[in-house]
């Protein structure tokens, strides 16, 4: 119960926000999809990255000067890390949601065949089902949000520069990375994506174990630090 209400005190951090995001994030989905034709990819990779970046903003305000607060609240330390993570993968969570919603807004106006998933058809051989590319860009995010998560925690008193980069760098590489794989992926050996597409639930089972473990490590790191 502790956890949910650090999550909520991160979310109450953000609110501010969170407003601006959700009016310029599905514009740019929706806008980036019309432009390349990969409607149904391109919004769902761009709303996961605003959702890793989002995931990153309440470590900003964790200045040591201000952790007196939370430092009084009836909780401890690893209760606060934990709620960081559940806060980072309720934003990725509502960021898959809102790609997939970006996309179904899409489809009425765009008649286009969707160019990611024919690139990607072209390397594997065959073409991925939507499900399948949600559960593997949503583990890739998960990813991205427990590395994030464990550095920000590593860094979090010990210095701002490198927290604030990783508050960032997980989501630019997540987003530029996998827009670099759709557009130069025919590099990419296929028998990797053939593997990736035809086991999308054990990658994505997997991501989900890695992204647990390391909210286990990291809630044991601030503990120790305590």
């Known amino acids: 119960m502790r956890i949910l209400k650090y999550t909520l005190i991160d979310f109450l951090k953000v609110k501010k926000k969170l407003g601006i995001f959700l009016l310029l994030v599905p514009a740019c989905a929706l806008f980036m999809g019309a432009e390349s034709g990969a409607m149904n990819t391109m919004a769902v990779m761009y709303c996961l990255f605003a959702g890793i970046i989002i995931a990153g903003m309440p470590y900003y305000y964790e200045k040591s000067e201000e952790m007196g607060f939370f430092f009084l609240l009836p909780g401890r330390t690893e209760e606060q890390i934990l709620g960081h993570f559940l806060f980072g993968s309720l934003s990725l969570l509502a960021g898959l949601g809102l790609g997939i919603f970006c996309s179904c807004v899409s489809s009425l106006f765009h008649t286009e065949h969707d160019t990611g998933n024919t690139l990607l058809k072209s390397i594997s051989g065959n073409e991925p089902g939507m499900s399948e590319l949600i559960l593997l860009l949503f583990g890739a995010g998960l990813i991205c949000v427990a590395v994030q998560d464990f ?76």
């Open 151 to 226: 550095f920000c925690t590593l860094f979090r008193f010990e210095s701002v520069q490198v927290m604030n980069i990783m508050r960032i760098l997980p989501g630019f590489i997540f987003f530029f990375g996998l827009s670099m794989l759709l557009n130069y992926g025919a590099k990419t050996p296929a028998e990797i994506l053939k593997f990736l597409f035809s086991h999308s639930i054990e990658a994505f089972l997997s991501c989900l174990a890695a992204f647990l473990l390391t909210a286990f490590l990291s809630s044991m790191i601030a503990k120790a630090r305590e």
